[in-house]
């Protein structure tokens, strides 16, 4: 993954981040990734996501990964009530969801949403 970061950050930099800031949140990632390993990594994604104005899908999909259901259900009905765009168009294919998709909470988020079950 090293060399995802890479790219990740040169991206970051082309879209107008800071050089300094975006070596620093890319140092930090790969740090934890290397520390804690891929919950390292969730968990650091997690603290980057929880700021207002975030997609809360975005932070969901992280909460999923993590095993966080009860915030992850609570972070999807944001993400609904705001008609998170990244909702609509990933729910039903993002893979961090595959474990919950049989859920009544998710199926019922989902029907919600129109989409047949």
Known sequence: MPGLFDEQEKQAVFFGENRQ???????ALRRDLAE???H??????????????ADPFDL???QAHLGK????YDTLEKAYIVRSKNLLYSIQTEPAFDPYRSKPSFRD??????FKQ
Request: net charge positive.
């Open 36 to 38: 804690r390993g891929p």
């Open 40 to 53: 390292g990594y969730w968990l650091h994604k997690e603290k980057s996501k929880a700021y207002p104005g």
């Open 60 to 62: 969901a999909v992280i």
């Open 21 to 27: 800031k975006a070596s620093e949140e890319f140092g």
């Open 109 to 114: 988020l989902t029907t919600r949403m129109g």
């Open 69 to 72: 259901s009860k915030d992850m």
